[in-house]
């Protein structure tokens, strides 16, 4: 059998997809595919992202050119750089599992109690073939955004992605809102991938605006933090 074959027998073109509520017995893959979203989003932020800050790159460019000029060894050039790389994904790293630990301090580490005893949130599931492969949560914040619920949580194993399973777990917030009468659904992400953005975009959401520099929650917020660890918050709404 080749390669070729064996991907398309783990990631079939078209699937069979139903998003369910969270069972108890599906917490640990839920808390895999969570927790291997967030690994991605060190790669996403600490590299792909970097080409969205020029304020970023005039500064690591402007320290590299200070120093030559202060040393006039040639070494800066070669070895500042991947310095300053290293220290994009060691903070970048910190930042992502600080993020994680108040995850888990808060909804994720109790999805029951949560999620799924409020009559205002919901947490679910897609499920092909009897595997879970994807994951979406909605949170009413009727009081301070004026009926609106808010769309977190989202992830989907690797290997099942463009496969549409994105697209269920969103439209199943969608439905939720709508059913319940609120006049909205809102998201924020960090994601830089564009396959995240096309995804909000084809449900129908639009961006409303972005945050630079945004401070992901579970950040100390250091010196060294600003300096090498910076995001932009994409804020998107769809009314309903």
Same mark, same amino acid.
């Given at each position: 059998m080749t390669e070729e074959n064996f991907n398309k027998m783990k990631t079939p073109s078209r699937l069979n997809i139903t998003v369910r509520?969270?069972?108890a017995l599906d917490n640990p893959t839920v808390q895999h595919i969570f927790y291997e979203g967030l690994m991605e989003m060190i790669y996403d932020t600490a590299f792909r992202g970097l080409r969205h800050h020029p304020e970023s790159l005039l500064l690591y460019a402007a320290v590299t050119a200070g120093l030559f000029i202060i040393t006039k060894c040639w070494?800066?050039?070669v070895f500042l750089p991947a310095i300053v790389i290293c220290l994009r994904y060691f903070y970048s790293r910190r930042v992502i599992h600080g993020f994680l630990r108040r995850a888990m301090s808060t909804d994720m580490g109790d999805i029951e109690g949560f999620y799924m005893? =409020?009559?205002? $949130?919901?947490l679910w599931v897609a499920v092909v073939e009897g595997k879970v492969v994807g994951i979406v949560a909605a949170v009413s914040q009727q009081e301070k955004m004026g009926g609106a619920v808010v769309l977190q949580r989202m992830a989907v194993d690797q290997r099942y992605r463009r496969n549409g399973v994105g697209s269920a777990l969103g439209q199943k917030v969608v439905e939720f809102a709508a059913t @319940?009468?609120? $006049? =909205?659904?809102?998201l924020g992400t960090t994601a830089y991938k564009p396959a995240a953005h096309q995804l909000y975009k084809r449900l129908g959401f639009q961006c409303v605006g972005i945050t630079n520099g945004y401070t992901t929650p579970g950040s100390k917020q250091s010196f060294m933090? @600003?300096?090498f660890y910076r995001v932009h918050h994409h804020h998107y709404i769809l009314n309903v």
């Open positions: 509520e969270f069972q070494w800066v050039i005893k =409020s009559p205002g $949130s919901c @319940r009468g609120y $006049s =909205s659904v809102v933090e @600003r300096i």
